[in-house]
């Protein structure tokens, strides 16, 4: 993927026309390679029918900085950087049995259970080091040029680092029919870490009643348990930017970093090692199927998730806002914090934390018509959602940030989206054509309209519209094993709504960058699929 950052006008000190004399538009690059190997066996052993099966799968970007330029370096700056690169991958092997039954005169009941391993890897590889280095080239005596490569620095040495983690896993099932219209399922599931995500026992019930031909109603309870992911733990990325950090007149090298919970930094800053959330979901609905070909599904729900792992407001010894003393700033004490720690006062940071609860609550819609004709058949489908998610509690701040007064862990923007900042509704259209080798598919979605939150001025909210995005696909099957696609995604080039005017020298910034379907408008593409 490609992503063409803002220009850099050729008037900007940090722009060396030198190198750039009609400006520049740093250009990132990640060149991603997916690849996943399957194997397995199944067979049936005394009427039991059992499946043994293994999976390897790596995930691997590289990212490049190109028409770029580390200012600091001077006019004999590189234009090309490595950034660095970030490793994924994940050996599972499982084992899942199962057996039917049917019993004499309490229907027919289905015994499953299974075993799981899976080994997981995460690595950050450093970039290039002109990609981070902050050189001493002045253009102004007094005045350091940005360090790093500009839109995309590198990954530093201190940011490179690898986790690994095994997971063991168990589960027991039992679903049972008493009767035709009857169906009970209750399930348990074991999982054990050895890491800090440490181990949880999770279990779900639901059923199923179908009272005519036409109509049945469902429910569910269950118990959730979702570890928190090895990049979550172990990322680190650092930009940088030269500031007075003590005031005396001289610049410092200021390090914002995005903080490993395990780091030195993030620990000084209070942060703990990284727990499961867990959760807890309520379901009930109801299926109607009252013709042939018309199926229409209600569903409503209510989802509570403890212990949300979400990244907390940004520690920078350049806040000049008085600290709980009332006399040195909360800057200075977060100095006193890393000098007290043995780290530099030079970093500003940020960290992942499980620290909030949630309850969302919404309901699902979803319809499907499908009609044969003599020029192909049609798949209908129209789907609503409408959901609230609620903040139940945070946690309090850490310790080891008394001295800073009474900051917030969490700021409103980021409470905000996780409640306000997200669509309360959707709705999506579509239809489906399948006609001898040939298909397309036609899908519209309107997403509602929400609330951007300000970090710490509620006058600065917006209201975002309510916005329409429609994609496309066409498909021809060369043979019964090899098909072509050409479509678009949101096909009619739609932008969120604009915020504020174009930046006045690059034109930035005047885009809201939570809406749903991005602020780079529509895309088109090629693709095969070969199956076999």
Same mark, same amino acid.
């Given at each position: 993927?490609?992503?063409?950052?803002?220009?850099?006008?050729?008037?900007?000190?940090?722009?060396?026309?030198?190198? +750039?004399?009609?400006?520049?538009?740093?250009?990132?690059?990640?060149?991603?390679?997916?690849?996943?190997?399957?194997?397995?066996?199944?067979?049936?052993?005394?009427?039991?029918?059992?499946?043994?099966?293994?999976?390897?799968?790596?995930?691997?970007?590289?990212?490049?900085?190109?028409?770029?330029?580390?200012?600091?370096?001077?006019?004999?700056?590189?234009?090309?950087?490595?950034?660095?690169?970030?490793?994924?991958?994940?050996?599972?092997?499982?084992?899942?049995?199962?057996?039917?039954?049917?019993?004499?005169?309490?229907?027919?009941?289905?015994?499953?259970?299974?075993?799981?391993?899976?080994?997981?890897?995460?690595?950050?590889?450093?970039?290039?080091?002109?990609?981070?280095?902050?050189?001493? +080239?002045?253009?102004?005596?007094?005045?350091?040029?940005?360090?790093?490569?500009?839109?995309?620095?590198?990954?530093?040495?201190?940011?490179?680092?690898?986790?690994?983690?095994?997971?063991?896993?168990? #589960?027991?099932?039992?679903?049972?029919?008493?009767?035709?219209? *009857?169906?009970?399922?209750?399930?348990?599931? +074991?999982?054990?870490?050895?890491?800090?995500?440490?181990?949880?026992?999770?279990?779900?019930?639901?059923?199923?009643?179908?009272?005519?031909?036409?109509?049945?109603?469902?429910?569910?309870?269950?118990?959730?348990?979702?570890?928190?992911?090895?990049?979550?733990?172990?990322?680190?990325?650092?930009?940088?930017?030269?500031?007075? *950090?003590?005031?005396?007149?001289?610049?410092?090298?200021?390090?914002?970093?995005?903080?490993?919970?395990?780091?030195?930094?993030?620990?000084?800053?209070?942060?703990?090692?990284?727990?499961?959330?867990?959760?807890?979901?309520?379901?009930?609905?109801?299926?109607?199927?009252?013709?042939?070909?018309?199926?229409?599904?209600?569903?409503? +729900?209510?989802?509570?998730?403890?212990?949300?792992?979400?990244?907390?407001?940004?520690?920078?010894?350049?806040?000049?806002?008085?600290?709980?003393?009332?006399?040195?700033?909360?800057?200075?004490?977060?100095?006193?914090?890393?000098?007290?720690?043995? *780290?530099?006062?030079?970093?500003?940071?940020?960290?992942?934390?499980?620290?909030?609860?949630?309850?969302?609550?919404?309901?699902?819609?979803?319809?499907?018509?499908? *009609?044969?004709?003599?020029?192909?058949?049609?798949?209908?489908?129209?789907?609503?959602?409408?959901?609230?998610?609620?903040?139940?509690?945070?946690?309090?701040?850490?310790?080891?940030?008394?001295?800073?007064?009474?900051?917030?862990?969490?700021?409103?923007?980021?409470?905000?989206?996780?409640?306000?900042?997200?669509?309360?509704?959707?709705?999506?259209?579509?239809?489906?054509?399948?006609?001898?080798?040939?298909?397309?598919?036609?899908?519209?979605?309107?997403?509602?309209?929400?609330?951007?939150?300000?970090?710490?001025?509620?006058?600065?909210?917006?209201?975002?519209?309510?916005?329409?995005?429609?994609?496309?696909?066409?498909?021809?099957?060369?043979?019964?094993?090899?098909?072509?696609?050409?479509?678009?995604?949101?096909?009619?080039?739609? #932008?969120?709504?604009?915020?504020?005017?174009?930046?006045?020298?690059?034109?930035?910034?005047?885009?809201?960058?939570?809406?749903?379907?991005?602020?780079?408008?529509?895309?088109?593409?090629?693709?095969?699929?070969?199956?076999?």
């Amino acid at each position: 993927s490609v992503l063409n950052w803002s220009f850099r006008d050729p008037k900007n000190v940090a722009s060396l026309p030198e190198v +750039y004399p009609n400006g520049f538009r740093p250009r990132l690059t990640i060149k991603e390679d997916d690849y996943e190997i399957a194997a397995g066996f199944r067979g049936e052993t005394a009427g039991w029918a059992w499946d043994v099966s293994s999976n390897y799968g790596t995930d691997i970007t590289d990212w490049e900085n190109s028409n770029g330029l580390n200012a600091s370096l001077g006019p004999a700056s590189p234009t090309f950087f490595e950034v660095g690169r970030l490793i994924s991958s994940e050996w599972v092997n499982a084992l899942d049995v199962t057996k039917g039954y049917e019993l004499e005169s309490a229907g027919d009941l289905q015994v499953s259970f299974g075993l799981q391993h899976r080994l997981e890897k995460y690595e950050v590889e450093e970039g290039d080091e002109a990609s981070w280095a902050a050189g001493d +080239y002045e253009r102004v005596p007094g005045t350091p040029l940005p360090p790093g490569a500009q839109a995309t620095p590198g990954f530093r040495p201190d940011d490179a680092g690898e986790l690994e983690r095994t997971n063991l896993s168990a #589960y027991g099932e039992l679903g049972w029919a008493p009767t035709e219209a *009857l169906f009970l399922d209750v399930a348990l599931r +074991y999982e054990d870490f050895d890491d800090a995500a440490g181990d949880q026992l999770i279990y779900k019930v639901n059923g199923r009643y179908e009272v005519s031909d036409w109509l049945a109603f469902r429910a569910s309870y269950n118990t959730g348990f979702r570890a928190p992911t090895l990049a979550q733990q172990g990322y680190s990325s650092t930009t940088s930017q030269f500031r007075d *950090l003590d005031g005396d007149g001289e610049n410092e090298l200021l390090l914002l970093k995005n903080l490993p919970v395990d780091s030195a930094a993030a620990q000084a800053l209070g942060s703990k090692p990284l727990t499961p959330e867990t959760s807890k979901n309520a379901s009930f609905g109801f299926t109607l199927t009252p013709l042939s070909n018309l199926s229409v599904t209600v569903d409503a +729900y209510q989802i509570d998730v403890d212990d949300r792992i979400a990244v907390t407001t940004t520690f920078s010894p350049a806040d000049t806002r008085l600290s709980a003393d009332g006399v040195t700033t909360i800057g200075q004490q977060i100095q006193a914090i890393l000098v007290a720690n043995g *780290l530099s006062s030079e970093i500003s940071g940020q960290y992942y934390t499980n620290a909030i609860d949630t309850r969302t609550k919404g309901i699902d819609i979803v319809a499907t018509y499908r *009609l044969g004709t003599d020029f192909g058949d049609f798949a209908f489908n129209a789907g609503y959602n409408k959901n609230e998610t609620e903040i139940r509690s945070i946690v309090d701040n850490p310790p080891e940030l008394v001295a800073l007064g009474d900051i917030e862990l969490f700021d409103r923007s980021k409470q905000g989206s996780l409640t306000d900042s997200i669509p309360d509704s959707k709705i999506t259209l579509g239809v489906g054509w399948d006609y001898e080798k040939f298909s397309a598919n036609i899908r519209g979605t309107r997403f509602g309209e929400y609330t951007v939150l300000n970090a710490t001025n509620p006058s600065a909210d917006y209201d975002v519209d309510p916005a329409w995005i429609a994609d496309i696909e066409l498909g021809y099957a060369l043979t019964d094993a090899f098909s072509i696609f050409a479509g678009a995604n949101n096909v009619f080039n739609e #932008y969120p709504q604009e915020i504020n005017p174009p930046g006045a020298t690059n034109g930035s910034n005047m885009y809201n960058t939570f809406a749903p379907f991005g602020f780079t408008g529509g895309n088109w593409y090629v693709r095969g699929a070969y199956k076999w």
